[in-house]
């Protein structure tokens, strides 16, 4: 085997399993290999679905090199270089396209199933999280390592859709398989937290933890789920004391960990857990990113930060430059930015402020269509708490149980720790 194909072995090795730095690898792979067309366009397609912006030199570079050999370039190679343009130019749902394109050629193709399936995640669609790893799992050998990553994307996909008992089935056969698929294992954590099963989801991490801890990729999420059981179980201090120890933000995280620490913050905030700096610890970390807007989802999370700060500056300045943006581009990202992200963004910081009707009035509209601002039912669910607890604060109690009612069909039970909320747990 040549020293490319060794390289890139490893890559979508540590891609699959979260682990490492593919990235760093396929660096080292087109650097044996100048001419590894698909070494180019999945270098470019990880950096995007990292955050970078596409006209940033981790992503340009690589896309450059491969449309430079797009001559050259077979069926499978013109579609990878096409989705890779495409996620960097803003056409997020053409490039998922793409991928499955290039997945119905070839079901048995894992690193196209794998960039799609990701690319469905942060476009919230659902149903395709779901099909199109079920659909390739007849092309791989049962038992086998690469059934193992396809059952643990199909077991997410499954849990996004309302499947649960389907979904830990299959996150499970996933773990059995492979106990470092942390993909799978936080797909069953997915399950755990949707029905509300707090003490089993502790007993699932804590069980798998010397095998999903090292996965520097999701390490941080699956610490971020623990909390949440934490929450769950009104361990509120124990939640905190998790994020100090392991999803602060410290120099180096990705996005990513970026997300689960302002989310898990303002999470704790809503329970009337005093945070203390963490806001203003976290908030150069993600002012780094403040003028990117590559996920409408990001910049929600951004603006956690700073309304979470009180600098009302930052905030300003955060808001008017997606409001920029949106208006000035046209592609998939800045179309949800426009319709989803900029209401929402309006809403957190009318609940900073104590303007509890504000934010009812800004999030009603599209709470039940939030899907497409990416994420995970169990990311977005934070949302929905924020307009029930406004709901709850301005005496709606119709809208606060009819917000109980759909998380109820979403969530097989609302948090416990809710006990001060009466309305959300009717």
Do not use: C
Request: proline share 4%; no cysteine; hydrophobic share 50%.
């Amino acid at each position: 085997m040549s020293q490319t194909a060794t390289l890139f072995g490893q890559a979508l090795g540590e891609y699959l399993g979260l682990i490492h730095d593919p990235a760093a690898t396929l660096a080292a792979a087109v650097q044996a290999d100048p001419e590894f067309i698909i070494g180019h366009t999945t270098l470019a397609a990880l950096n995007s679905l990292g955050g970078v912006p596409g006209d940033a030199a981790a992503v340009r570079e690589p896309l450059a090199a491969a449309t430079a050999l797009a001559g050259k370039a077979n069926r499978r190679e013109k579609l990878h270089i096409a989705a890779a343009n495409a996620w960097a130019t803003d056409d997020i749902a053409g490039a998922a396209a793409l991928w499955e394109e290039a997945l119905q050629d070839d079901p048995a193709d894992i690193l196209s199933l794998r960039l799609a399936h990701d690319t469905h995640f942060f476009l919230g669609a659902s149903q395709k999280l779901r099909d199109l790893p079920v659909s390739a799992l007849h092309a791989y050998a049962p038992g086998s390592r690469e059934r193992g990553f396809v059952l643990g994307m199909a077991s997410f996909g499954l849990e996004e859709t309302g499947e649960y008992a389907e979904a830990e089935k299959a996150g499970r056969e996933a773990a059995e398989i492979n106990p470092a698929d942390t993909w799978g294992v936080h797909a069953v954590a997915h399950v755990l937290e949707m029905q509300g099963r707090a003490k089993d989801g502790i007993t699932w991490l804590r069980g798998l933890e010397p095998h999903w801890a090292p996965a520097n990729g999701l390490a941080v999420h699956q610490w971020w789920h623990l909390a949440l059981y934490l929450i769950e179980e009104s361990q509120l201090d124990e939640a905190l004391a998790l994020y100090d120890a392991h999803i602060h933000a410290p120099p180096g995280s990705i996005v990513l960990d970026l997300v689960d620490a302002a989310a898990l913050l303002w999470r704790l905030e809503l329970l009337g857990v005093d945070v203390g700096a963490r806001w203003q610890e976290l908030a150069p970390f993600w002012g780094a990113h403040a003028e990117e807007h590559v996920l409408a989802f990001n910049d929600v999370h951004i603006s956690f930060t700073f309304t979470g700060t009180g600098d009302e500056a930052a905030a300003d300045r955060l808001e008017s430059s997606i409001a920029a943006y949106a208006a000035r581009e046209t592609g998939t990202n800045a179309e949800v930015s426009k319709i989803l992200g900029l209401p929402v963004i309006a809403a957190l910081r009318a609940f900073r402020k104590g303007d509890y009707a504000g934010t009812v009035a800004r999030l009603k509209p599209h709470y039940k269509q939030l899907a497409p601002i990416g994420g995970s039912n169990a990311q977005r669910d934070l949302l929905i708490q924020t307009l029930g607890i406004s709901a709850y604060k301005i005496g709606d109690l119709e809208l606060a149980r009819e917000i109980a009612a759909e998380r109820r069909k979403l969530k097989a039970g609302s948090p416990r720790s809710w006990a001060a909320y009466p309305a959300l747990l009717a």
